[in-house]
């Protein structure tokens, strides 16, 4: 059995559309997009602690330096799992990140509308076998450094049939919420130091002030800021607010700017505000939208 010494779960947080169009709730209902996200009560740092002390893996090689496996499953509103089921398992490691699932404690369930609700959540995990995570924010400390990690960005083009920019990055996840007519893609950096949300609506005009107002409210809520700036010569506005897990400061910069028909959003997420604000410009001058 090899040693594992390091283990990172990324917590997707997505593109989220903050002015709520929902006013009934469904009891019985799984919502994917919610006001407040459904966490750990012991906190992120303590869910990786315990998550790693009970994770065993054999008979993996020698070759292997990284495990990856992304899963699925309800919050129920008491907080416990269900649904459990494993999407992306390149390793064969399906069963015991489900049994090691079961036994961590309930979480915090969602919160939609002042009520508790049942939710889905993508984790994504990589588990680092034998090599340590080289770090960006190593290479961010000089100016040479900072060059290359500019130029690394521009490696990898991701193209989807909407839009396409370039990126370090892969995608993870990607939704349609028909309810609120809104595509949702999810992207994350191959060491999980930065992730993107990109989401798509098509939009009302004549209801496009409530829309930016209910945006407004909800940073404002997490106590961010908010602004009215130029992208590709047209008006566009740009939130940036902080939201820590317990642990961990994450800092979140999106740009929402209309596109024809769509209501766009670009999100960037990271630990790191110099890797956020580095991955937040490059992707605003590489990103097209073909649609």
Not at 111 to 122: A, C, D, E, I, W
Not at 250 to 274: A, H, R
Request: proline share 1%; charged share 25%.
């Amino acid at each position: 059995m090899k040693n594992i010494f390091l283990i990172i779960f990324s917590f997707f947080i997505g593109f989220q559309v903050i002015a709520q169009e929902e006013s009934v709730l469904d009891d019985d209902k799984v919502y994917s997009l919610v006001q407040q996200k459904a966490s750990p009560k012991e906190g992120v740092k303590k869910f990786y602690e315990n998550f790693i002390s009970e994770f065993k893996v054999a008979d993996i090689s020698n070759e292997t330096n990284e495990i990856k496996v992304r899963m699925k499953f309800v919050v129920e509103k008491d907080g416990s799992f269900s649904n459990i089921e494993v999407i992306d398992d390149k390793n064969g490691v399906k069963n015991e990140a489900i049994r090691v699932l079961t036994t961590m404690p309930a979480w915090n369930a969602a919160q939609h509308n002042g009520k508790l609700v049942r939710s889905s959540f993508v984790l994504p995990i990589n588990i680092k076998v034998k090599s340590k995570i080289s770090s960006d924010e190593d290479s961010l400390k000089t100016t040479e450094g900072v060059a290359k990690y500019l130029d690394s960005l521009g490696t990898h083009k991701i193209i989807s049939n909407s839009f396409e920019f370039f990126c370090n990055c892969n995608l993870i996840q990607s939704k349609t919420h028909e309810s609120t007519n809104m595509e949702e893609f999810s992207y994350a950096a191959s060491d999980n130091s930065v992730f993107y949300s990109i989401g798509l609506k098509t939009v009302n005009t004549d209801k496009l002030e409530s829309f930016y107002n209910g945006i407004k409210e909800g940073v404002e809520k997490q106590k961010g800021t908010y602004k009215e700036v130029k992208y590709n010569d047209k008006k566009a506005f740009e939130t940036f607010f902080s939201v820590s897990d317990g642990s961990t400061l994450f800092y979140y910069k999106t740009i929402y700017f209309i596109e024809g028909k769509y209501f766009v959003g670009l999100n960037v997420i990271s630990s790191n505000t110099q890797i956020m604000n580095s991955n937040y410009e490059h992707l605003l001058k590489t990103f097209k939208l073909k649609i």
